[in-house]
């Protein structure tokens, strides 16, 4: 069965380095979301991206943060400088087309030191 | 805003039992709803979609419901067994069907589930 896919699984940067976290959504989705996860919290939106362009972000997708799908297949977060509050389990996901399931992948730890 | 609340936050069952997850929502307008499965330390496994105009969906020993005028729904697990160990998260979304919009997930809190032998 098609799967998201999502690398590095495990990220451990310095504080105000900049990383990039990068997926393969499933191949004939249309929609691609980042979503991320606190350690004990909710898992909580960031932004959703649909016809090469921003669709929505949340309040914590600030300038810091960007997203592209470069090359119609992948699709990356950057995070220009990170802090210590940006470590989180990071999880990327797609959908076919509306009202359908979003597919998650297995996430990528992100641990900012 | 949209608030998604799970209860129990956690339980334990022997093997075999019959059991129900309870999720809420508070703006019960045209949503669709979405249950995941997570295990410690990865990713979020759909389990069963229910859309808007629907108000079951079934899946092997899953079953889950939707009322969307009391802003609930309910995921019923049927002789459950260790294998079913794991977190249990409803999520909704906007049913946004045809206008090209992506909708977001909120996500519940979750309930942890384990099922002891």
């Known amino acids: 069965e098609p799967e998201v896919t999502q690398t590095p699984s495990h990220q451990v940067t310095q504080m105000g380095q900049e990383v990039i976290l990068r997926c393969v959504p499933i191949?004939?989705?249309?929609?691609f979301y980042w979503y991320r996860q606190i350690l004990g919290q909710k898992v909580e939106f960031l932004v959703s991206?649909?016809?090469?362009?921003?669709?929505?972000k949340s309040e914590i997708f600030d300038d810091q943060f960007s997203v592209e799908r470069p090359d119609g297949s992948n699709f990356t977060l950057k995070i220009r400088s990170t802090k210590l509050e940006d470590s989180a389990m990071y999880f990327c996901?797609?959908?076919?087309?509306?009202?359908?399931?979003?597919?998650f992948g297995d996430g990528t730890r992100l641990s900012i030191l | 805003k949209q608030e998604v609340t799970q209860i129990p936050a956690a339980l334990s069952v022997p093997e075999g039992e019959n059991l129900v997850l309870n999720c809420s929502f508070t703006?019960?307008?045209?949503?669709?709803l979405q249950w995941f499965r997570q295990d410690p330390g990865k990713g979020l496994t759909s389990l069963l979609l229910?859309?808007?105009?629907?108000r079951e969906q079934t899946s092997g020993r899953l079953n889950a419901s939707l009322d969307k005028s009391s802003g609930r729904s309910t995921l019923y697990i049927a002789a459950s067994q260790p294998g079913d160990s794991a977190t249990y998260l409803c999520?909704?979304?906007?049913?946004?069907?045809?206008?090209?919009?992506?909708?977001?997930?909120?996500f519940g809190t979750g309930t942890r589930l384990q099922v002891t032998l």
């Open positions: 991206f649909y016809n090469n362009e921003i669709s929505e």
């Open positions: 229910i859309q808007s105009s629907q």
């Open positions: 703006d019960s307008a045209i949503y669709n």
């Open positions: 999520a909704v979304y906007r049913d946004l069907y045809n206008t090209g919009t992506a909708s977001k997930l909120t």
């Open positions: 191949s004939n989705h249309l929609y």
């Open positions: 996901a797609s959908m076919w087309y509306s009202n359908q399931p979003q597919h």
